[in-house]
């Protein structure tokens, strides 16, 4: 009878009690009136967020993005509070915050909130993928909650700035003949990517012409003869976009006849390359066709 008796008043205590199932979204839950409540995995849970977001920073720059989507599946309203919790694996140099106006927020039943956040990378950051970690604090009539993202965190990809570099002929013949004047422009592209700056970029006009003129969008030009050649120098300053346009031409030779004086391919510059990286144009070559009366100027 006694058994029977201490049953029954376990039985009553834990119908009067709060019953939960917690997952990992769920690190705190407080109660001040009897509930029923089961949490599930995260995008199910009552106060649910989803998974799977990601986003792409480049250094020396921000990026805004939506971090997570939080859903209120309680039978009343929630006031939210949203901060950033911590980094799985601290990326060097790189920021997370969330936006105003997602930081705090009040959903009704059933409505759905996007929390926006922007990443910040500085110039030192580290190129890398990084697993951001948000808290949500969820106060409602009788109860509160403190949700973290840890079950599936904001995937982070840090890139480093891509410098590149072209070189295009803009004017003059791709075929041209012997013992004649020819110009040609040729522009020199390069774009240091944010946050690079002091880009040096250097080139070499061959022996047979000689460098006309030559015009940058900014930044300084030196130009030096070394031997026969040319060589070039452009110290585009600041980070970003910037061109260089090259006019050239074949120039006389010792004998006082115009370059070319035999058929064949001949290169107008060499490629342009970013000093102390591997990053190069391809060279620009062009045709010297021999005609029925060029054998008479020789």
Known sequence: MRKKLFLLVVLLILSSSFALQTYADFAKYSAKRQANTSITSPPDSLIAFDCGRSLEVMAGSSTGAVATVV???LTGPIDMNVQFHAWVSTPPDTSLEVQPGSDRFSLFPRETKNVWVTVTAGNNAVE????????????????SAEILTNPCPLLITVK??????EKVLTSGPAETPLYTRTEWTMQIRIDTGIGIDGAVVKDVIPGEFELVSYESSRGTVSVTPKG???HIKWSVGTSGSATLDLTVATRLNPSGKYEFTTPGTYVLNDGACIKDTSICTSSISVNAQASKDDKEKK
Request: positive net charge; hydrophobic residues 35%; without cysteine.
């Open 160 to 165: 480093a700035p891509r410098q590149t570099i």
């Open 128 to 143: 890398g993928v990084y697993n951001a970690i948000l808290k949500m604090d969820a106060v409602w009539d009788g109860g």
């Open 71 to 73: 859903t209120n599946r």
């Open 228 to 230: 026969k050649s040319t």
